[in-house]
């Protein structure tokens, strides 16, 4: 089992900035990846951006250049740094851990919110 734990929503007016954070606990050994999914009013959950154990990372093409996942090893934490915020970032953000062996995302937290107001 793993716990995930978001914080770090809140409202923001476009432009800014917001750093969000996913800690980790639990069966921690058995996570392969974490992702940052959001979803919005209306709208499907999107994949926003994933850093693997490797340390490779992927993004959406919609914040490409604006967002920045990372972690911090020693303390089982994901970052997700957004900059330059826009109102169509609005939206509920879930960090998730892909897990072996079955490398599918099994886990998700229960959510942050990110409000940004034009």
């Known amino acids: 089992q793993v716990r995930l734990v978001e914080s770090g929503g809140g409202l923001v007016q476009a432009g800014g900035s917001l750093r969000l954070s996913c800690a980790a606990s639990?069966?921690?050994?058995?996570?392969?990846?974490m992702g940052w999914y959001r979803q919005a009013p209306g709208k499907q959950r999107e994949l926003v951006a994933i850093?693997?154990?490797?340390?490779?990372?992927r993004y959406a093409d919609s914040v490409k250049g604006r967002f920045t996942i990372s972690r911090d090893n020693a303390k089982n934490t994901v970052y997700l740094q957004i900059k330059s915020l826009k109102p169509e970032d609005t939206a509920l953000y879930y960090c998730?851990?892909?897990?072996?062996?079955?490398?599918?995302?099994?886990?998700w937290g229960q959510g942050t919110q990110v409000t940004v107001s034009s």
């Open positions: 998730a851990a892909q897990v072996m062996p079955t490398m599918r995302y099994d886990y």
């Open positions: 639990g069966s921690i050994f058995s996570i392969n990846a």
């Open positions: 850093i693997t154990s490797g340390g490779s990372t």
